[in-house]
């Protein structure tokens, strides 16, 4: 359900899947191999594992982290689907318990908030976002904080909504490599 560049608009470089797990998915696993890397497939075993253990703990069935491009930095979205409204409002509650009520949640999904990550010199911004059977993350430096990350989140959320949609296969995840 992640967005092609060509649904973001105009000034983004590029789109690269960092990694994906889900059943629905062909493959149901991927992870992308870095040029010249000496050993890929350990690090994919890695970060597969690391993926497979998010997983458990937030109750999800499927997880995506794609990387955007855009004007020499990047917004790094995540994905969780679940399977089931319960384990997406267990998830729901335990990272809606850690929003930053200072800040108004803004109109993407269903339901929105931003993520209290502390405060440093180098803040990222995250938003979480919800939609149908999914949550989203949206995460940037502080240079793209602001209508990028927005677009990224809100052609997500839209995506989301069509997938959820009664015409779709039941936890319909659209191949979107």
């Known amino acids: 359900v992640a967005p092609q560049i060509a649904e973001l608009g105009s000034g983004w470089g590029r789109r690269e899947v960092i990694m994906a797990i889900d059943p629905l998915d062909a493959p149901a696993e991927y ?3 870095i040029p010249g890397e000496k050993d890929p497939a350990r690090r994919a075993q890695s970060m597969l594992e690391i993926k497979r253990r998010a997983m458990s703990m937030n109750g999800s ?3 995506a982290t794609v990387i955007y491009g855009y004007s020499g930095d990047f917004v790094e979205l995540v994905i969780s689907r679940y399977s089931d409204e319960a384990s997406l ?3 729901w509650k335990e990272k809606s318990a850690k929003f930053d009520q200072a800040k108004t949640a803004p109109k993407v999904g269903q339901l929105a ?3 209290d ?7 990222q911004y995250v938003l979480v976002f919800r939609q149908g059977l999914f949550t989203g993350w949206a995460e940037s430096g502080t240079r793209l904080s602001g209508e ?9 959320a839209a995506i989301m909504a069509k997938a ?5 296969a039941p936890n319909a995840a ?4």
Do not use: D, F, I
């Not at 990028?148 to 997500?156: C, E, G, L, S």
């Open 164 to 168: 959820a949609e009664p015409s779709a």
């Open 117 to 123: 990550t502390g405060s440093s010199s180098n803040r």
């Open 113 to 115: 908030g931003w993520l």
């Open 148 to 156: 990028p990350m927005m677009r990224v989140a809100k052609a997500t």
């Open 61 to 63: 069935v499927g997880m």
């Open 31 to 33: 992870v992308n191999t």
């Open 174 to 177: 659209p191949p979107h490599r």
């Open 89 to 91: 409002e267990k998830h």
